[in-house]
């Protein structure tokens, strides 16, 4: 890449159809030369070397004549070559696929054993269009981008579906299952029904009242839970306990329960004998309880007569 603007070689795609009508069409011989002059190419490759040198020195100009010659002449060298890794495969008779496939690889020769070969990249050449194959850790950053991206929204989904209530628990309701039927039943009934009178308040949309009503739910559950979390190790007792203060009392015991003190009946009117008077006795009763009570321990004082001389009281004048 010559500059930090230009997008990756992974995602261009180059063509260059007057290139390739000079060279007369795209077959074994041309697809070397017709590869190095797109962006994927190095000129520091054992390839540029190669062409520079049969091109200034005319006794090399047959390695470049055909592809085996011009290959024969890489695998004697050492360094970074581009090859031809795979031809187009024929689907029928004089049918190909058209699928041109190069490595970018670096050649190192060891003495005595087979040429070390460690591949970079790979290109296809589909056509004009060169493209390059993505790397392995590409493939799998892309498909883990894919998958998070689905289950990020996934999830929210997911939970707006999903629905609480005391009654039933947890309920899931799937956005698309109700069938499209009902919307074209109700659009045909709607045409032939006439529009009801503008009224002063409109009412509140359904869903708008569905949600308070799921709120208030939730949030009635929510105060239960609360409640049982609190008091839910209380029970009542399995022996009451009878009685007034002072004097409870276990029913388990075998003791009677006190009743409390009744008031004494008024008199008035008897549901058999009608009204009820008061009588002689209970009218002495009420004289004797106004008398006050004598004390046995105080006596009684006597009455004296006064004496004025000894005579006779004057009568008035």
């Not at 994927?40 to 085996?68: K, L």
């Not at 289950?151 to 579906?161: G, S």
């Not at 209970?282 to 004025?308: Q, T």
Request: hydrophobic content about 35%; proline content about 10%; aromatic content about 6%.
């Amino acid at each position: 890449m010559d500059s930090p603007n230009e997008p990756p070689l992974d995602e261009i795609q180059w063509r260059s159809p007057q290139i390739l009508a000079g060279m007369g069409g795209l077959h074994s011989n041309t697809i070397l030369f017709y590869f190095a002059e797109s962006p994927f190419f190095e000129r520091t490759s054992n390839n540029a070397v190669v062409m520079s040198q049969a091109m200034s020195n005319m006794s090399m100009y047959h390695f470049i004549q055909t592809r085996e010659a011009f290959e024969g002449r890489l695998k004697t060298m050492s360094g970074l070559e581009f090859t031809v890794a795979e031809e187009p495969a024929e689907s029928g008779p004089g049918m190909g696929t058209g699928v041109w496939v190069i490595r970018k690889q670096t050649r190192r020769k060891r003495y005595q054993e087979d040429d070390e070969i460690v591949v970079h990249s790979t290109y296809f050449v589909v056509g004009e269009n060169i493209y390059m194959a993505p790397t392995l850790a590409d493939i799998l950053a892309s498909r883990i981008m894919t998958i998070s991206s689905a289950i990020a929204k996934a999830l929210p989904a997911a939970e707006a579906a999903r629905k609480w209530r005391p009654s039933l628990g947890h309920v899931y309701n799937l956005p698309g299952s109700q069938p499209a039927t009902t919307t074209t039943r109700n659009l045909e009934s709607t045409v032939a029904t006439p529009a009801p009178a503008p009224a002063t308040e409109a009412a509140p949309p359904p869903a708008v009242t569905q949600k308070a009503d799921e709120l208030s739910l939730e949030r009635a559950a929510e105060e239960a839970f609360m409640v049982h979390m609190r008091h839910g190790g209380e029970y009542l007792d399995e022996n009451p306990i009878t009685g007034r203060p002072g004097e409870f009392h276990l029913t388990s015991t075998g003791r009677k329960p006190v009743l409390p003190p009744q008031d004494k009946q008024t008199p008035g009117i008897g549901t058999m004998n009608g009204p009820s008077l008061p009588g002689k006795d209970e009218s002495k009763k009420e004289g004797r309880a106004d008398k006050p009570s004598k004390s046995p321990g105080i006596p009684k004082p006597k009455r004296k007569k006064s004496r004025l001389g000894g005579g006779r009281t004057p009568a008035a004048s």
